[in-house]
């Protein structure tokens, strides 16, 4: 035992200082964009400069299947360069340019031009420009070279905003830089007359940029997003990163949103009756969101989230315990009024349900949370609060490290099984693979054991994945 020990820490230690090199040349380096909006014309004109590409063929995508994400007014043009191909792959377009007989210049100069209704009644996070704001996930302005995934991580990108008068330009990285593609693709843009706040605590730095008109003060809004913060800290464990930026703008029709994009982004669109904030319960969701180092099927990653997020919002003051159970019981109520609960599991919905509509539609929101409840209140009992669905969550987060992120049903009821000491299938027979009806959710939340501390919860955790790692290399 303590030889196969030894080659489990040897192993670890191999990893840590493991790397790799692709053969050949990387065909991106530098990525420089500039961006004019032009109000008046509903416009945006994108130029970009691609410095010290080498490949045979230049492509460019909108890695974006969104409705309305920035309606392409014309197609992207390479200077001196004639197109050669265009395509969609999985509903994105495509642009390609063979390379010319004489070669590419430095920079390989790329122009186009966006059209950017102010109205936007299908999509809230598709693009909306007017006389003082620009709005959107930066998919809707950037199209970007396809490229080596070690390129498209870490290439050097900048930001020239050339914005009009009075606007200034929010997109949560200082000066407008940016570091690989898929980070800038996952980041708002916030560019018009906005409000800056700022709120510091437990070793997190929380930024808020905010458009419009509030009958609340703002900075309260990033004092309860810092105060979530480090609830989850102290619950789910380190965050992927430190300091987090947040949107928060008015919607032109009745609706509200939040969007997780990124590492540490979050955005906010809003309506505005009397000009409140979005809920607790919303805001708290999407920054439960940030500390997913894992993808899961839909009711977790959505449903048991929406849990995860009232829980975390209780623990930090944001919720006392009768909104906690407000907030729980309106949760219930949607889901036993959904036409679907008794015939429909989790994978039915995942196959017939149409892609987009309102989350009360669905059951891997609303009754996702509930079995989240449910699956807490199940972890806890069986082991007198020595584990809950947070131990569970940073074990999820912990196995990402070793390169564990897609989880399916079936692992998910291994990890809670081995949590809890003893076999999940009852459990997820009912709840997860059937369509047996969930207790109330005041029954659920009722004489729950308080959850152990994390650090001591984790212990167990621990030894539970080192036996499963000793015996998966002892075999």
Request: charged content about 20%; some cysteine.
């Amino acid at each position: 035992m303590m030889r196969i020990l030894a080659k489990t820490v040897l192993l670890a230690a191999a990893l840590v200082g493991l790397t790799t090199t692709l053969p050949g040349d990387v065909p991106c380096c530098e990525l420089r964009y500039t961006v004019r909006p032009d109000p008046a014309n509903a416009a945006v004109e994108v130029e970009l400069e691609i410095h010290g590409f080498l490949g045979d063929s230049l492509v460019l995508q909108r890695p974006s299947t969104r409705p309305l994400v920035g309606l392409l007014n014309q197609d992207p043009r390479v200077d001196g360069v004639m197109r050669t191909h265009w395509s969609l792959v999985e509903g994105a377009p495509r642009w390609a340019f063979a390379r010319p007989a004489s070669g590419w210049e430095d920079p390989v100069r790329v122009r186009y031009r966006l059209s950017i209704p102010a109205q936007r009644p299908l999509n809230a996070w598709s693009v909306g420009l007017d006389d003082n704001l620009l709005y959107s996930p930066a998919e809707g302005l950037f199209l970007t070279p396809s490229m080596a995934a070690t390129a498209a991580e870490n290439a050097p990108i900048s930001v020239d905003w050339r914005l009009p008068d009075g606007w200034d330009a929010f997109s949560g990285w200082p000066g407008g830089s940016f570091r690989g593609t898929r980070t800038l693709l996952k980041t708002n843009v916030l560019a018009g007359e906005i409000g800056f706040y700022r709120a510091s605590s437990c070793g997190i730095d929380v930024e808020l940029g905010v458009h419009g008109q509030w009958t609340f003060p703002p900075d309260s809004l990033a004092s309860d997003l810092s105060r979530l913060a480090c609830a989850a800290r102290e619950r789910l464990g380190e965050p992927k990163a430190h300091r987090y930026a947040v949107t928060l703008v008015q919607a032109r029709f009745p609706m509200t949103s939040g969007n997780r994009n990124g590492p540490h982004t979050i955005g906010f669109v809003h309506s505005v009756p009397g000009g409140t904030p979005p809920s607790t319960r919303l805001v708290a969701h999407e920054l439960v969101h940030l500390w997913q180092r894992f993808d899961a099927p839909q009711w977790f990653q959505e449903g048991v989230n929406d849990y995860m997020a009232i829980r975390l919002a209780h623990d930090a003051g944001l919720l006392d315990d009768e909104r906690m159970l407000a907030q729980l019981s309106a949760i219930d109520s949607v889901y036993r009024a959904h036409p679907k609960r008794k015939a429909w599991t989790f994978a039915d919905e995942d196959e017939n349900a149409p892609p987009h509509g309102p989350s009360d539609q669905y059951l891997a929101y609303r009754k996702g949370a509930l079995v989240g409840l449910a699956l807490d209140r199940e972890l806890r009992l069986r082991t007198g609060g020595q584990a809950d669905l947070a131990a569970l969550w940073r074990d999820m987060n912990a196995q990402a490290r070793w390169g564990r992120v897609q989880w399916s049903d079936e692992d998910i009821a291994k990890r809670a099984a081995a949590l809890a000491g003893g076999g999940v299938e009852r459990f997820w027979g009912l709840y997860v693979d059937g369509t047996a009806m969930l207790p109330a959710a005041a029954a659920l939340a009722s004489n729950l054991p308080p959850p152990a501390e994390p650090r001591l919860a984790d212990r167990s955790s621990a030894a539970a994945f080192l036996q499963a790692l000793i015996a998966r290399i002892g075999s």
